[in-house]
């Protein structure tokens, strides 16, 4: 079924030029894009954005790279959109990301990895209404 999912393009992505290429990427991927927007995470957004991180060894330096610099947000729509989308961007580590895909093209390290796709339908709507209000969705 026709369905959405949520992604960021991180920090990094922003940081070395890739916004272009990679809304390229994923309108050329079949995603139609329902809401954008270029903002910036402050510390107590990142950490609730994170928080079932929370605990985890990683969680503080993500949250510190993560408010870094900003980062494009969008809600996407597509069949299949939260599956298809994690295989666009490839695996979280980008040295196991498939060739072509948006994290294996881009992407330097695990951390600073460019891209966020959603895991699931639920956090999908989440993390979609964290960012986006219903005026802001077309
Ligand atoms: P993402 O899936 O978008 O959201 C959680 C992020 O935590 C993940 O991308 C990675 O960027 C980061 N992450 C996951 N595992 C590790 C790890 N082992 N070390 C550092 N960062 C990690």
């Known amino acids: 079924a026709t369905n959405r999912t ?3 393009i991180k920090p990094d992505g922003v940081a070395n030029d890739h916004i272009g290429a990679i809304l390229n990427d994923i309108t050329k991927g079949g995603f139609k894009i329902i809401a954008l927007k270029y903002t910036k995470l402050t510390a107590e957004n990142a950490g609730e954005f994170y928080a079932v ?4 060894p990683f969680y503080n330096d993500l949250v510190t790279f993560m408010t870094s610099g900003p980062i494009v947000a969008a809600i ?7 599956e298809d ?8 580590d980008p ?11 881009y992407a330097k390290s695990i951390e600073a990895n460019t891209v966020h796709g959603s895991d699931s339908d639920e956090n ?4 979609g209404n964290f960012f986006f209000s219903q005026f802001e969705r077309f």
């Open 124 to 127: 999908a709507a989440i993390e």
């Open 85 to 92: 989308f994690r295989k666009l961007i490839g695996a979280t």
């Open 53 to 56: 991180h929370k605990g985890r």
């Open 76 to 82: 996407l729509e597509k069949d299949n959109a939260v």
């Open 95 to 105: 040295t196991k990301a498939d060739a072509g895909t948006i994290r294996n093209k």
């Open 6 to 8: 949520f992604t960021m």
